[in-house]
């Protein structure tokens, strides 16, 4: 099997922005071959001509050459093309095309928007797709769920509300997406965490209440040149606290938020008095975009090597970067998959600070495999709030990645394709944490 580790020029849009939810692909997989057919063909400009807008604005023709060759500098010559095997995740179709390489088979991973256009690009590990599977510390027996809308009128959401069967009151946790368009379990391939979460609290007391991201429902109705995240995460998540805590028997409610959710936590929890706390998972106080740069570093170095074209792109993001800092960038100019205007937004929050004039109890917990948010970002925190005893605990787990799933050795982007489920470790530090706060 070809161990491929250049997602580095490959950019997997929706990361920061939002699917446009128009009128679909009439066959995805058709669109997908024909764009294979472009990269086999060496005619990248028609390949690029594919791309949706963030795509276009993300990576280039030449971009597309140096990734194409890129694979076949490792994997050898291409052999034969396989059945596409279709999926659907969040507003996106994933269409996976198994391509023999001299050196082994690989499943070269096309993205389509709803309108039929390219969102993205990556080369997989070829398997069997697998569905998932209800965990072992799991039990259906000791938990109800209930749909929920909720969210203003124009932008109303679908939610699933997971609930104990015990008498009495109990605690609820509201979870919070990372980037990028997500459905309410958090889908990755056939991973998903928050609905992972969700059974695993449930079936210990906890109560749970995930939802649709707004980009997945009202993707096409958002400006992606001026929405925020106060748009695309923090009002929705605001909402869904106090919905849920309006429900016969709930006790408290915590913001449980992942990554980008993890982030915004701080802001969440202060923005609403029925927030009693938070719990960030694989959050940082850092802005986002430098962040990408590190992340595009580790990428391009999992093989030992950096060559000439992967140094071209980070010192390009490097400068990007830079710009943003001085906020030299128009507000419209596309970066990262975003326009300049949505990371200045994130550059004038400070999470630390929210979280410090909020005074609400947090939870901070960390994959040590993480290499998306890292263990750096983690110790940010620890700095900034471990003096203060009582209402902050800081926990680490040396095996997990940035999903809180288990692995071994350096982590990279194909591992979130293996089936998995969250560590029962972190299930029962949440649930212990949880209880500990009546």
Known sequence: MVKFKRSLPII?????????LAAGASNPSETALRYLQNLIAG??????????AQMQGAIDANGLQVAWEGLLKQAGPLRDVGQPFVESQNAYTLVYVPCTFDTGVLDVLVVIDAEGLIAGLNFVPHELRASWQVPDYADPELFN??????????????GTFTTPRTAGKYPVIVLVHGSGPQDQ????????????IAWGLASRGVGVFRYDKRTV?????????????????IADAVAAVERV????????????????????APEIAARTTYANGMIIMAGTPR???????????????LDGVVTPDEQAIIDGLTVQTAALNKRTLPMNETIMGAPAAYWYDLLDRNPIEALQESGKPALFLQGERDYQVTMTDWQLWRDAFEGDVGPYIFKSYPLLNHLFLAGSGPANPQEYEIPGHVDVQLIDDIAQWIMSQR
């Not at 958090?186 to 992972?196: L, M, Q, R, S, Y």
């Not at 805590?245 to 915004?264: A, D, K, Q, R």
């Open 12 to 20: 997997m849009l929706g990361l920061f922005l939002f699917a446009q």
């Open 43 to 52: 005619d990248f400009q028609a390949a690029q001509a594919m791309h949706n």
């Open 145 to 158: 769920e209930a749909t929920i809308k909720f969210g203003l009128p124009e932008w109303e959401l679908n």
């Open 185 to 196: 379990d958090a889908t990755v391939g056939a991973n998903k965490i928050f609905k992972d």
């Open 217 to 233: 429902t009202h993707g096409a109705r958002m400006n992606a040149q001026t929405v925020t995240v106060e748009e695309e995460v």
């Open 245 to 264: 805590y309006g429900f016969p028997n709930v006790s408290s409610v915590f913001v449980l938020g992942h990554s980008l959710g993890g982030t915004l």
């Open 287 to 301: 802005p986002l975009s430098e962040l990408i740069v590190e992340q595009v570093s580790y990428l391009s170095g």
